[in-house]
Each structure stands twice: as C-alpha cells, then as structure tokens.
C-alpha cells in the first residue's frame, strides 16, 4: 500500500524502492531512492523502438532479480517533435504499457521520463534511450532522477502555455532557459535530493547555448562548475517548446546492449 507522508509532496512506491514527486498522466516529476535502494542510470548501447526495448529493459530487471516495479526512469528519442494532439496521442500508448504492468500508484504514473528528438541522424520511429532503475544497496546517499521539462510551466498539456511561445530571440530563450532551471530547482528541492550529489546536467535545445549557460544554468545549478553540463543537440518533444533540461544524482552508470540479435 503507498504511503505518503503528509508533511512531503513524495508518494511511496515500497515495491520499488523509491518514492517519487506526482507529475502528469505520461510521467512524475522525479524520483528519489528509499534508504537501503539505489537509483542505477542505464544507456543503451544501441537504442531500440521504444516498446521492444521497455520489453527488453524488463527481461534485464528480471535477470537481476528485480521486479518490473524497480523501473524508475525512462528516456525516450523521437523522430521529430509532436504536435500537442501528436505527443498526447503518444503518450496515450506509453500509458496504456505502464498501466498494463501495473506500474501506476493511485492512478499516478511512478516513472520519471525524458523525450526529446535529435536534430542530427533522428531516429525513424521514436526509441528507448535509456532508463533508470532502483536496487537494494548500502550506498548511503539518497541517489535522484528528475525528469525533462522544458518552457511549459503549467501542468496542462495546452500549447498556449508554453513560455514565448513562437519566439527565439536571445531574450527569450534567456526567459525560456530561466524557466527550465526554476522547474529544476524546485523539483530538486521537493524531492529533497542533496544538491552535492549532483552527478550530470543535461540540456536538451537546438540553440546556442554558452550565454545561457554562463548566466543561467550555472548561477542557478552551481554544481556544474565541478560536474560540467551535457549538452545533447535536440528539440523538446512537442513544437515551439525550445529548452529543456534534466538532472540525476547516481553513482553507476551503465552502458549496455539490450538487443537480443
């Protein structure tokens, strides 16, 4: 049974080790281990269609002893971005898998997730990326994923909310950038994650990115002065949403061939 405490934003999920901050139907804002668990970051060595490799993401949790509950992360790339109607018909479908294994708490979705579509050698369907998941461990730190967001900081799904919409100036994308690192910080903190533990910075935009990032990223995340920030050429999932960012505390990081050929 999920247990919250009425003190913190954060829903339990005891079958999986960790507990997680509600987001929206398609994913939670992030997730945090439990004492005793936690958080591994897995790259695929190469990425697979996202159906087959959440499959085979689950074959590899089953062979570790894990149970499918123990997904805590997904992140997905796509061909291009979606139109609002094109990434909520998506999101439909990657729903209907989560709640086929189970996975929903109270209806709420447990499962921190990033999607963004690559501007160089795009996939031709969208594909799994990568993923997170959550182990028994003695590590002592409390290990973090936060999922993507971009410029859209209301909850609905509605393009009229997305910051600047339509504009990419250097100023708005100073205020789109500004808006990003905010729903960082604050979902950071309502995780309660030790901001030390901070262990990859990642930016998702097709524009330049070194004054924003000199002026914004760094002042408002100040562990990528030691820990750097990775920057991945991409497009936010859904059109004119243009910056979007990513952050985990863990301590392994594994890349690994999930296909089965």
């Not at 796509?78 to 209806?107: A, Q, T």
């Amino acid at each position: 049974m999920p247990s919250a405490d009425m003190s913190s934003p954060l829903i339990s999920k005891p079958s999986g080790g960790y507990r997680f901050l509600p987001g929206i139907e398609p994913y939670c804002s992030g997730v945090i281990a439990e004492p005793g668990f936690e958080i591994v970051h897995v790259v695929l060595q190469k990425a697979l269609p996202w159906f087959e490799g959440l499959h085979n993401a689950r074959q590899f949790l089953k062979f570790r002893d894990l149970p499918i509950d123990a997904l805590c992360g997904v992140e997905l790339r796509c061909p291009k971005p979606h139109s609002m109607g094109g990434f909520v018909e998506f999101n439909r479908d990657y729903r209907n898998l989560i709640n086929d294994w189970g996975l929903p708490v109270d209806d709420m979705n447990p499962i921190a997730r990033t999607n963004v579509a690559p501007v160089v050698a795009p996939p031709t369907e969208t594909v799994l990326y990568g993923f997170s998941f959550c182990q028994p461990s003695e590590v002592r730190e409390r290990t973090f994923v936060v999922a993507g967001g971009g410029e859209l900081p209301h909850r609905d799904l509605d393009s009229v909310h997305i910051l600047r919409r339509g504009e990419t100036s250097p100023d708005a994308m100073r205020q789109k950038a500004e808006c990003v690192v905010r729903i960082m910080q604050h979902r950071l903190r309502k995780l309660e994650a030790d901001l030390d533990m901070l262990s990859a910075i990642d930016v998702y935009t097709a524009h330049p990115l070194q004054e924003l990032l000199e002026d914004i990223i760094l002042a408002g995340l100040p562990a990528c002065a030691q820990r750097g920030v990775q920057w991945f050429l991409t497009r936010p999932p859904i059109e004119e949403i243009e910056f979007e960012m990513d952050v985990r505390g863990v301590r392994q990081e594994l890349i690994l061939d999930l296909s089965m050929s």
